[in-house]
């Protein structure tokens, strides 16, 4: 990436701001998912053993600026303490005195975990004084909360200002890793894309129009590309304020010569329910009261044959109501075809919150060539956009100059 990475900063004796992203469920005070934690760790051993003091902070869901007890990240501190081996100290808040009087007591190699930084409204106003007074915690800031940075608040923008910023190894391994389907991706690039809506991914169908050889739909989003060529899907989720934009999309896709491919059969159910009982029928025979839960067996099979070709494969959004195990068979065969893409050397790339989720629930996490933790910013990134946390980076080889270098 084009910015200076921790690699280039000599950080011993130095006390280093690193934003993580360590917003992990968290279900009754237990973690399900320690994907975000186990990323944040290359960092935050690289600091801790070239000698610097870490001073590490995260948000933690939405505690909307207030104080939220179930939002705390204790939990994350002993996750992190067992896989770090050493104890993780936390402070009480995110900023004040006690926060200054534990830090002041770290030595080099020390390392300290701030209280959610959500709890405090002024992270996510990004307030010039909050990120000033964050910043004055520190010799030099460190982002490594790729899935943060597409949000300019005060811990991931507003903070830059103040000390030279770097970018963490999970920052620079995200953003290399996305870049390689902007700038020319191997041919032909395929994109699978399916979840709940369209409303939520017009702009990364435009962007994937622009970019890909075909776009293989899936998931309820579908379900609105069909009801805009007029079929009748029952029960189904379908934005009925959607069919003019999933027109034009499909409008488009004709134009730019992009294989826009829909599911020909379905997977339905009269409720979404773990025991309700299943039928497979073709896209046009879906019954008034079924709904679409899940894409069907012909279209799995079209899909993969699809795929087989392709050099590049990006995925975001799985292919049916994947939480329930009997909804998730054309997701999980989705996973499979796009590992086999690894194996056969094309470049394959997992990105979207969902999505991500039913890659790891698999095991075939390391069977692709990236898995984002980004979510939201991993879609912002492929759409184009500039990420404020990232665009806040010094440039590759900018000179570093500390604010309170020692006499
Ligand atoms: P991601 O997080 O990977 O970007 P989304 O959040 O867009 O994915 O969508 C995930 C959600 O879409 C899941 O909760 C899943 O149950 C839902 N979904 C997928 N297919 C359907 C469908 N046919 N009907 C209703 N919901 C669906
Ligand atoms: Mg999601």
Known sequence: MNATTIRDVDVAGKRVFVRADLNVPIDDGRITDD???????????????????VILASHLGRPKGKVN???????VADRL???????????????????QVAIDKLRPGDLILLENLRFRADEEANDPEFAAALASLADLYVNDAFGAAHRAHASTEG???????????????????????????????????????????????????????????????????????????GKSLVEMDQLDNAERIMAEARRKRVRLMLPTDAVIAP?????????????????????????????????AAHLAKAKTVFWNGPMGVFEISQFAEGTNEMARVI????????VTIVGGGDSVAAVEGLGLADKMTHVSTGGGASLEFIEGKSLPGVEALLPAGAEINFPKEDA
């Open 35 to 53: 994907t975000r934690i186990r990323a944040s760790l290359p960092t935050i051993v690289n600091l801790l053993e070239r000698g610097a003091i």
């Open 69 to 75: 007890d179930a939002l705390r990240l204790k939990p």
């Open 81 to 99: 303490a067992q896989l770090l081996g050493r104890p993780v100290r936390m402070t009480g808040d995110a900023l004040g005195p006690g926060v």
């Open 159 to 233: 903070i830059t200002h103040h000390l030279p910023a770097v970018a963490g190894l999970l920052m620079e391994r995200e953003v290399d890793a996305l870049s390689r389907l902007l700038t020319k991706p191997a041919r032909p690039f395929h994109a699978v894309i399916g979840g709940a809506k369209v409303s939520g991914k017009l702009e990364v169908l435009e962007a994937l129009l622009a970019r890909c050889q075909a776009v293989l739909v899936g998931g309820g989003m579908a379900n609105t590309f069909l009801a805009a060529r007029g079929l009748e899907l």
């Open 271 to 303: 409720q979404i329910h773990r025991r309700a009982k299943t039928q497979v029928v073709p896209v046009d025979a879906v019954p008034k009261d079924q709904m679409v839960v899940d894409i069907g067996p012909d279209t799995r099979s079209a899909y």
């Open 339 to 346: 590992a086999r893409r690894t194996a056969a050397k094309a």
